[in-house]
């Protein structure tokens, strides 16, 4: 159990700007979260996968987010046109269905700055 | 809309010294309440599922109880290593997969 990894774990940048994170869960989950948490804030939903298909999405995320997960392996969750609004931590989790659906296992995050 | 509300935001205290952490919230039929913990700069880590009202979990100094509006955190005799955030965060309906988190509370145990 390598855990859940993530990358880039910092991203830097300019308004505007086109950003990618990546999510590598735990070999064996076949569900994966992405959330988005700012500074004194908890965790916010903002999309479900199940192996590959995307079966939740939440209304927070408007038309620049877009997220996949083919071959329900890894996932990538772009941002285009990036705003200052979504500097945030963008975390990725994942489950096992042998588990209660709550449990989930966080990655460290990847922190993004826009400037 | 479901919410959740923690409080007290932050909270000191001595290492040895009890206390509890309050999670009030409201949703749409209960699916589970969970406890999570976070340090800084990491990603939160999995401590309690609580299913129904009457229910208690524990692990270690960590005791966690439901009722029909709200959950409690009970740290007792804590340490210095106990320090952290605590999030609580609800699932509502039957099939839904999202987990609504409340804002934490940021435990301090000093020395």
């Known amino acids: 159990d390598t855990g859940v990894s993530q990358d880039p774990r910092h991203k830097i940048t300019k308004r505007g700007q086109n950003v990618t994170f990546r999510c590598d869960p735990i070999?064996?989950?076949?569900?994966l979260y992405w959330y988005r948490q700012t500074l004194g804030q908890g965790p916010e939903f903002l999309t479900y996968?199940?192996?590959?298909?995307?079966?939740?999405k939440s209304r927070l995320l408007s038309d620049r987010f877009s997220a996949e997960r083919p071959k329900g392996s890894f996932s990538t969750l772009e941002i285009q046109r990036t705003e200052q609004g979504d500097s945030a931590m963008y975390l990725c989790?994942?489950?096992?269905?042998?588990?209660?659906?709550?449990?989930?296992?966080f990655g460290e995050g990847s922190r993004l700055t826009v400037l | 809309e479901d919410q959740v509300t923690q409080s007290p935001e932050a909270l000191r205290l001595q290492e040895g010294e009890s206390s509890s952490l309050n999670c009030s919230y409201t949703?749409?039929?209960?699916?589970?309440l969970f406890w999570y913990r976070q340090d800084p700069g990491k990603g939160p880590e999995f401590l309690f599922t609580?299913?129904?009202a009457g229910e208690e979990k524990e692990k270690e100094r960590l005791k966690a109880t439901l009722t029909k509006k709200e959950s409690f955190l009970h740290i007792t005799a804590p340490k210095p290593e106990d320090s952290a955030t605590y999030l609580c965060?609800?699932?509502?309906?039957?099939?839904?997969?999202?987990?609504?988190f409340g804002q934490g509370t940021r435990l301090t145990i000093n020395p």
């Open positions: 989790a994942s489950s096992s269905f042998l588990r209660g659906t709550g449990e989930l296992f």
């Open positions: 070999s064996e989950h076949n569900r």
């Open positions: 996968f199940q192996n590959e298909a995307q079966l939740e």
């Open positions: 949703v749409s039929g209960l699916r589970g």
């Open positions: 609580l299913y129904s």
């Open positions: 965060a609800v699932q509502a309906r039957q099939g839904a997969q999202k987990l609504v």
